[in-house]
């Protein structure tokens, strides 16, 4: 069976930072392009960050650009999101993709939230 298991989240107060980690069984990650995406409310989720598999290109949302970063680890399969200087508009349920133009995977999704 496929799965995409996320870890990482939580809660924390402006400032600081959280790693969300993405592993996954049955697939390796690093044959496919990963994205992260945030739900604040209601079904839709807004893509934040992508990683392509072909090229190693990396794309932001303009709200996390110079505050994120996506990145993976072709040994050992995870793909991340290191969250910095999270603000309280960051707070939502973050969930990651991996997608080869055939196939696609959801993780279960984490909760992220930034208050005092």
């Known amino acids: 069976q496929i799965q995409l298991v996320q870890s990482g989240g939580g809660l924390v107060q402006p400032g600081e930072s959280l790693t969300l980690s993405c592993a996954a069984s049955?697939?390796?990650?690093?044959?496919?392009?990963i994205g992260w995406f945030r739900q604040v409310s209601g079904p839709k989720r807004e893509p934040i960050s992508c990683l392509s598999s072909r090229d190693s290109q990396s794309y932001y949302e303009d709200s996390i650009q110079g505050r994120f970063t996506i990145s993976r680890d072709n040994v050992k399969n995870p793909v991340y999101l290191q969250m910095n200087s999270l603000k309280p508009e960051d707070t939502a349920v973050y969930y990651c993709?991996?997608?080869?133009?055939?196939?696609?995977?959801w993780g279960q999704g984490t909760q992220v939230t930034v208050s005092s």
């Open positions: 049955g697939i390796c990650l690093q044959y496919y392009s």
């Open positions: 993709n991996a997608n080869d133009g055939l196939f696609e995977f």
